[in-house]
């Protein structure tokens, strides 16, 4: 079955980066398009970065452009996400999501605070 695992999260200063990573498995991870998203406490969850099947093309939400990096690895089947220039408004849990043959799946969310 489809399986989307996120790690990477942790406690982190403003200013600092933290790397997400996604391992997936049960699908053939090449052939589909992937999203990071988040949930911040009180607040619907939004998208925050989606890559091509290739890698060739991304897009990102406003809040992140130009600090966070969406990446993909098809060998290992893991997707990334590099996030810079953190700020406390960054705090949320991060999603990896897909769609694959019209199901859609989604990891159980890795926790990302920015704090001093």
């Known amino acids: 079955q489809v399986q989307l695992v996120e790690s990477g999260g942790g406690l982190v200063q403003p200013g600092g980066s933290l790397r997400l990573s996604c391992a997936a498995s049960?699908?053939?991870?090449?052939?589909?398009?992937m999203n990071w998203y988040r949930q911040a406490p009180g607040k619907e969850r939004e998208l925050v970065a989606f890559i091509t099947i290739t890698g060739g093309s991304t897009k990102y939400a406003d809040s992140v452009k130009g600090r966070f990096t969406i990446s993909r690895s098809n060998a290992k089947n893991t997707l990334y996400l590099q996030m810079n220039s953190l700020k406390p408004e960054d705090t949320a849990v991060y999603y990896c999501?897909?769609?694959?043959?019209?199901?859609?799946?989604w990891g159980q969310g890795t926790q990302v605070t920015v704090s001093s």
């Open positions: 999501y897909t769609r694959v043959n019209g199901h859609v799946y």
């Open positions: 049960g699908f053939t991870f090449s052939s589909y398009a």
